[in-house]
T-cell receptor
């Protein structure tokens, strides 16, 4: 079946502009995760959703970052007033359910964001 | 702060040799451990998961877990040039209030040389 999809695959924006990144999880997966990976760095957890709710927002780096999920499916990560340090690959992952300790997260291809 | 430590490498091994990748973690309560492979410019893909102490084998890959030492490793036998990638160790832990969270190491870059 189809995997996790993300759009756009690449985004170039100017400092100060807002951007929206989209993630479409694997069908039937109730848990959805957002990560950020800067060049040469590991994955930084941002936020996760179980259904439409986000129990853990602790990873969002600032109040310029927000995310929502509607219909228990598609999620949007919004970055307001982008800064150059926001440049990174934004990865989305989904898993069947957030509660199982053996749940595997499957990653999408990522959105490469470049803030000029 | 939950931490996962990996040697960044690069780890260079000749083709056909065994590559050994190591990972340590800080949270004794962690129950699930994952190895992801990430090719340059691509997203991580799961190659192994392990939940119990001991070894778990899948083809050329063997994951080893020692919870007492808070140590997990990945062995790749008969290494091939196509195994050249960054290997990410990920450790699961339970967030109070709900949900599992994965913490990733920064990855070990493996280079398999002809």
């Amino acid at each position: 079946g189809a995997g996790v999809s993300q759009s756009p695959s690449n985004k170039v924006t100017e400092k100060g502009k807002d951007v929206e990144l989209r993630c479409d999880p694997i069908s039937g997966h109730t848990a959805l995760y957002w990560y950020r990976q800067s060049l040469g760095q590991g994955l930084e957890f941002l936020i996760y959703f179980q259904g439409n709710s986000a129990p853990d927002k602790s990873g969002l780096p600032s109040d310029r970052f927000s995310a929502e999920r509607t219909g228990g499916s598609v999620s949007t990560l919004t970055i307001q007033r982008t800064q150059q340090e926001d440049s990174a690959v934004y990865l989305c992952a989904s898993s069947l359910d957030y509660r199982g300790v053996q749940e595997t997260q499957y990653f999408g291809p990522g959105t490469r964001l470049l803030v000029l | 702060q939950k931490e996962v430590e990996q040697n960044s490498g690069p780890l260079s091994v000749p083709e056909g040799a065994i590559a050994s990748l190591n990972c340590t973690y800080s949270d004794r309560g962690s129950q699930s451990f994952f190895w992801y492979r990430q090719y340059s410019g691509k997203s991580p893909e799961l190659i192994m998961s392990i939940y119990s102490n001991g070894d778990k084998e899948d083809g050329r890959f063997t994951a080893q877990l020692n919870k007492a030492s808070q140590y997990v490793s990945l062995l790749i036998r008969d290494s091939q040039p196509s195994d050249s990638a960054t290997y990410l160790c990920a450790v699961n832990w339970w967030v109070t209030g709900g949900g599992n969270k994965l913490t990733f190491g920064t990855g070990t870059q493996l280079k398999v040389e002809l």
